[in-house]
C-alpha cells in the first residue's frame, strides 16, 4: 500500500483467510498490506469484518485482530466447544448504511406490495 501506515482506512482493505492465515491486501491494488498466522490451530479460517475488529476463528481458536495493523486484540481457546468450521455472527457486521439502504429497500418493497393490492 503506498499510503503510511497511519493513513490506512478500513474501507482501503480486502480480507482473506485460508489454510491458518489471514491477509489484507489493497483494494485497489492487490498488495498485501499484512498478514498473520495463528499460533494454534491449523487449516481452514473462518473470518468475520465486525465493525473495527476483525475475528477470525481457526479450529477451535478465536482472534480478534486490529484490520488495520493485523495486531491480536483478544484471543479466545473456546476450550470444551471442539474443532471444526466456525460461524460468526454480530450486530456490528454490517455498516448502518448498510443497514439504512436494507431497511429502506424493504419499506419500499412492502409499500410497493401494499399498493398493488389495493
Do not use: H
Request: with cysteine; hydrophobic share 45%; aromatic share 10%.
Amino acid at each position: 500500500m503506498t499510503e503510511a501506515t497511519n493513513e490506512r482506512k478500513l474501507g482501503d482493505l480486502v480480507f482473506v483467510g485460508f489454510n491458518s492465515r489471514v491477509a489484507a491486501l489493497d483494494r485497489f491494488s492487490g498488495e498485501m498490506v499484512w498478514d498473520w498466522k495463528s499460533p494454534q490451530g491449523s487449516g481452514y479460517v473462518t473470518i468475520f469484518l465486525d465493525g473495527d475488529r476483525l475475528v477470525a476463528a481457526v479450529n477451535g481458536y478465536v482472534y480478534c485482530l486490529d484490520p488495520i495493523f493485523g495486531q491480536v486484540v483478544w484471543s479466545n481457546p473456546m476450550k470444551g466447544f471442539g474443532l471444526g468450521v466456525t460461524s460468526l455472527a454480530s450486530v456490528n457486521g454490517a455498516t448502518s448504511s448498510q443497514n439504512a439502504a436494507a431497511a429502506a429497500a424493504a419499506a419500499a418493497a412492502a409499500a410497493s406490495s401494499s399498493a398493488a393490492v389495493t
